[in-house]
């Protein structure tokens, strides 16, 4: 996976380019979750990757609602320069990796399913940096013919990789798992080659890895936490765990959301001008 150019020094303090203005916030589609609240079904998604978005990546979160084939793939792709596949409460159905639903393992979204994977798919073969987080990283790897492990905290020998139980949602979402990380890697280039402290919280990981994908980071138990999408013309990273949560105070959080956001940037600036060669 290649990292997205930085253009930081062709855009002035208005976010101009010479000729057309670059915009200052290019358009990140943003993945929603279909919901119950106050007695109707509202597709959204959380506050903490939105304003991560804003904050940590300098765009402009555009949530699609998850109506799946309903919805005209090309008509978003050409208003956007980027993807975030958010985390969830819901897992990936396992019907669509060859298991078998049970409700010990829900709750599911199978519209977020149905809207997520062709996005993230779509998303890599046209080189729109992407950017997967926990549950979008498990829906990564099944748009790529990837498996999923469910309930990893009973498999032996394996850590409890789930939230501690608080009322407190900081000690939720609290730093502290280690991870090893691929030496010349996506994320080694991203946020340094020694290991991490990260906040992972999760029940279900990879089982087998997805076509093209190359992993970026390992739990001390050897549970996947980080993947990039070989080849890729672009970022594509997905991470396990929460960098949104901390993406103010965390530098690898930062780092990760400033990336991403740069591939963004250098994706809006290299559309742009091919738009302008065409004039």
């Known amino acids: 996976m290649k990292q997205g150019k930085d253009v930081s020094g062709e855009i002035g303090a208005t976010g101009s380019t010479i000729g057309r203005p670059l915009p200052r916030q290019p358009l990140v589609a943003v993945s929603a979750d279909v919901v119950e609240l106050y007695k109707y079904l ?5 506050l903490q990757y939105l304003e991560a978005a804003v904050s940590g990546a300098g765009v402009f979160p555009l949530v ?4 799946g ?42 519209a977020r399913d149905s809207t997520t994977l062709p996005l993230i798919r779509k998303a890599i073969a046209e ?19 990837g498996t999923l492990a469910t309930e990893i905290q009973d498999r032996p020998g394996n850590l409890d990789h789930r939230e501690m139980k608080s009322g407190n949602r900081d000690e939720r979402f609290a730093i502290h798992q280690t991870l090893s990380i691929t030496s010349d890697s996506c994320l080694s280039s991203v946020v340094g080659g020694g290991p991490i402290t990260v906040n992972s919280l999760h029940r279900q990981a990879i089982d087998r890895l997805g076509e093209e994908l190359d992993v970026e980071a390992l739990a001390e138990d050897g549970t996947i936490e980080a993947v990039s999408v070989r080849g890729a013309p672009a970022f594509a990273l997905g991470v ?24 963004v940037r250098a994706r809006a600036a290299a559309r742009l001008g091919v738009a302008q060669a065409a004039e």
């Open 127 to 145: 080189g729109l940096p992407l950017l997967a987080i926990c549950r979008g990283l498990q829906e990564l790897n099944v748009a790529l013919g």
């Open 240 to 263: 396990q765990w929460h960098p949104e949560y901390w993406v103010r105070s965390d530098e690898p959080s930062a780092r990760i959301f400033r990336a991403f956001g740069d591939a």
């Open 64 to 67: 699609v609602p998850s109506f």
């Open 42 to 46: 509202w597709h959204a998604t959380p």
């Open 69 to 110: 084939d309903r919805l005209d793939f090309d008509q978003l792709f050409a208003a956007v320069d980027g993807l975030m596949v958010t985390g969830s409460g819901s897992n990936v159905h396992p019907s669509l990796y060859g298991g078998d639903g049970s409700e010990v393992n829900g709750p599911y979204d199978l």
